[in-house]
């Protein structure tokens, strides 16, 4: 084992030796030594057809927003993926409201859409605000006005599957309302829910290297399930979902956006990368700072630690790469130029019992 790797190991086992038991499993320690100079593409596990779309196109010598948008446009048009796009899960009233936002590291500029309703590609749509704007963020009807502008069409984002889902988590909500569930004459305490209920958070983010070493990056959402109308998470925030700067790596992430939001994860997560630590690590301190700013008592299970999860990816200008969540189980996509597979995230914690 090299001095770094149980360097780190005794830092992330003595995260653990504090409070709360830790089980680490670094998936990468040492990409910085062998992917010297490399294109790669990391997305979400959600993304493994992102990122060969976008390796085919940087290997076409396209630059890596082109690719990463390219890449994650095949999620944001699946139907099956409900956490992203067309076929997203609802707000609260049943409209499926998207956001989404690109950034370029050569020329260090953004753009963001946010509870952007009808169109089913709000990262192309930040990417035309990123080219034909001063602006880097735009939210709701200005969105949509803006996006019509630009020649995008309208369409009822909401598929059946996802409005079943939608009536499944109104219909279960409460008690004290008039939406029940189907039920028959011996149905007791029904339309509420009696065990704990962990909402929908899923989105991709995509990064990735082109042949000149740019980076680039976007994250694409529908967001929190039946959120409050107008709630943005972090994924259309510049610094909170995603993050470039050319000259050290990107980041992104998927889960609980209220907590990328207030601790500026993604930027972070960047900086770190600055200071020289590897892409996975980078990624478990922010877990690490996350969790210690996690002061609310409603967020916490009764050991104290989060009753969410948050997951990290980041590249540095190396195409070193890694991945680390808060809780076991994660995991992520990755080409390296060879092939596209999925790679087990590193955790803080191990699989949490009162997590499903
Ligand atoms: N991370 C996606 C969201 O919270 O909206």
Request: hydrophobic fraction near 35%; glycine fraction near 10%; charged fraction near 20%.
């Given at each position: ?30 990409n910085d030594a062998v992917a010297q100079g ?137 008690t004290k309302d008039d939406w029940l569930p ?175």
């Amino acid at each position: 084992m090299s001095s770094s790797r149980r360097e780190f190991l005794k830092k992330a086992t003595a995260v653990g030796a504090g409070a709360f038991a830790t089980g680490i499993i670094p998936s990468r320690l040492v990409n910085d030594a062998v992917a010297q100079g490399k294109t790669v593409a990391i997305a979400s596990a959600n993304g493994v057809q992102a990122v060969t779309r976008a390796m085919e196109l940087i290997r076409s010598g396209a630059d890596a927003l082109d690719a990463v948008i390219a890449g994650v446009n095949i999620v944001e048009n699946d139907p099956n993926d409900t956490s992203v796009g067309y076929g997203g899960l609802p707000n609260e009233l049943g409209v499926v409201e998207l956001d989404a936002a690109v950034m370029h590291g050569p020329t260090h500029r953004a753009g963001a859409v946010a509870s952007l309703r009808n169109i089913k590609n709000p990262s192309k749509v930040a990417r035309v605000l990123l080219e034909r704007t001063d602006h880097v963020l735009l939210v709701g009807e200005g969105a949509l006005q803006f996006a019509k502008a630009h020649g995008f069409k309208e369409e009822d984002l909401l598929t059946d599957l996802a409005r079943d889902e939608w009536l499944r988590w109104k219909e279960n909500l409460s008690t004290k309302d008039d939406w029940l569930p189907p039920h028959d004459e011996n149905s007791k305490d029904i339309g509420g829910l009696f065990e704990p209920f962990f909402r929908n958070t899923g989105t991709i983010h995509c990064s990735a290297i082109d042949q000149k070493g740019n980076i680039s990056c976007v994250t694409t959402t529908s967001g929190l399930a039946y959120k409050i109308p107008g709630r943005v998470g972090d994924s259309p925030i510049i610094g909170a979902g995603l993050y470039v700067d050319n000259q050290v790596g990107a980041a992104g992430s998927t889960g609980r956006g209220e907590a990328n939001l207030i601790n500026c994860s993604c930027v972070m997560i960047v900086e770190y990368m600055r200071q020289g630590k590897s892409p996975e690590q980078a990624c478990l301190e922010v877990c690490k700072r996350i969790v210690d700013n996690n002061k609310m008592r409603r967020l916490k299970f009764d050991d104290g630690r989060p009753n969410f999860n948050v997951k990290f990816y980041a590249v540095n200008n190396k195409g070193g790469y890694g991945s680390c969540c808060i809780y076991e189980g994660g995991e992520f996509a990755v080409h390296d130029g060879t092939s596209a597979k999925y790679v087990p995230s590193a955790y803080l914690y191990a699989k949490h019992p009162q997590l499903r």
